[in-house]
């Protein structure tokens, strides 16, 4: 069954963008290979799905304008969040192969894909010829910059934080699949929570560039949080996302993220 589901969701991903994604479906239905048939009202990918066979326009644009000028530091942000944006990847196709919850494989191929997708965008716009553009690389680093998706290794980065906090994801998600619901909440903070001080610094660097990519990830983030919490609280979670409370010095219950309108 394991097997059979993670062929299907690297076949969605590899049409996706060849094809388009025809009728949208919910990311808070449940169930193995069916959705709930019903409307989001709180964190549907509408804004995304416009243009389902590629990046939005704004972003594009700000990816073939001109090159910012970045620090070493902020460069370093990007090959972060590429590795990052690639680990809410991995771990919602992994999550999905255990349970067949849908919020799992619709928010990785519909949404976590194009985040990739932009981020490797940018890693490519600014990558040099001697492999100096990143520094925060720490371990051998995977060659990602022109790889398909679907080629890259599942489960495997070349930043040791990524690399270990995705196999703390993987096995908290194991054990139920409330448990797993719960990991996709403290994916989405955890991007969050990055992308709040990366848009801070590209701002102040004046990269509209980046600032317009990181914006496209973290309207994303907010959409995903609320799926996820969506999906706790008709497990019978009833504070959802908030049940989590602080972990580490991490808040998890944050009602005020922007929410999609019904």
């Given at each position: 069954?394991?097997?059979?589901?993670?062929?299907?969701?690297?076949?969605?991903?590899?049409?996706?963008?060849?094809?388009?994604?025809?009728?949208?479906?919910?990311?808070?239905?449940t169930?193995?290979?069916?959705?709930?048939?019903?409307?989001?009202?709180?964190?549907?990918?509408?804004?995304?799905?416009?243009?389902?066979?590629?990046?939005?326009?704004?972003?594009?644009?700000?990816?073939?304008?001109?090159?910012s000028?970045?620090?070493?530091?902020?460069?370093?942000?990007?090959?972060?969040?590429?590795?990052?944006?690639?680990?809410?990847?991995d771990?919602?196709?992994?999550?999905?192969?255990?349970?067949?919850?849908?919020?799992?494989?619709?928010?990785?191929?519909k949404?976590?894909?194009?985040?990739?997708?932009?981020v490797?965008?940018?890693?490519?716009?600014?990558?040099?010829?001697?492999?100096?553009?990143?520094?925060?690389?720490?371990?051998?680093?995977?060659?990602?910059?022109?790889?398909?998706?679907?080629?890259?290794?599942?489960?495997?980065?070349?930043?040791?934080?990524?690399?270990?906090?995705?196999?703390?994801?993987?096995?908290?998600?194991?054990?139920?699949?409330?448990?797993?619901?719960?990991?996709?909440?403290?994916?989405?903070?955890?991007?969050?929570?990055?992308?709040?001080?990366?848009?801070?610094?590209?701002?102040?660097?004046?990269?509209?560039?980046?600032?317009?990519?990181?914006?496209?990830?973290?309207d994303?983030?907010?959409?995903?949080?609320?799926?996820?919490?969506?999906?706790?609280?008709?497990?019978?979670v009833?504070?959802?996302?908030?049940?989590?409370?602080?972990?580490?010095?991490?808040?998890?219950?944050?009602?005020?993220?922007?929410?999609?309108?019904?």
């Amino acid at each position: 069954m394991k097997q059979n589901l993670t062929k299907s969701t690297l076949l969605i991903a590899s049409i996706f963008f060849a094809i388009g994604c025809g009728n949208s479906s919910s990311e808070n239905g449940t169930g193995k290979g069916q959705g709930n048939g019903q409307g989001n009202g709180q964190a549907t990918e509408q804004s995304e799905e416009k243009n389902c066979t590629g990046l939005p326009e704004n972003v594009e644009t700000a990816l073939n304008g001109e090159k910012s000028t970045l620090s070493e530091e902020l460069a370093n942000t990007i090959s972060y969040m590429g590795n990052e944006e690639r680990l809410a990847y991995d771990v919602y196709n992994k999550l999905y192969t255990e349970w067949g919850t849908n919020q799992f494989t619709n928010i990785a191929t519909k949404s976590e894909y194009k985040h990739i997708t932009a981020v490797q965008k940018l890693v490519q716009k600014y990558a040099l010829n001697d492999g100096s553009s990143f520094r925060n690389v720490d371990l051998p680093a995977l060659g990602y910059a022109n790889t398909p998706i679907e080629d890259m290794k599942a489960g495997t980065y070349d930043i040791a934080k990524i690399q270990n906090l995705y196999d703390d994801l993987v096995a908290k998600g194991s054990i139920s699949e409330v448990e797993a619901l719960k990991v996709g909440c403290m994916v989405e903070v955890t991007d969050i929570d990055d992308l709040d001080k990366y848009l801070k610094m590209a701002k102040e660097s004046n990269a509209t560039d980046v600032e317009e990519v990181f914006n496209f990830l973290i309207d994303g983030s907010y959409n995903h949080y609320w799926a996820f919490n969506k999906g706790l609280t008709k497990k019978g979670v009833t504070d959802g996302c908030c049940s989590l409370g602080t972990v580490d010095g991490v808040n998890y219950c944050h009602p005020e993220y922007p929410q999609k309108e019904k």
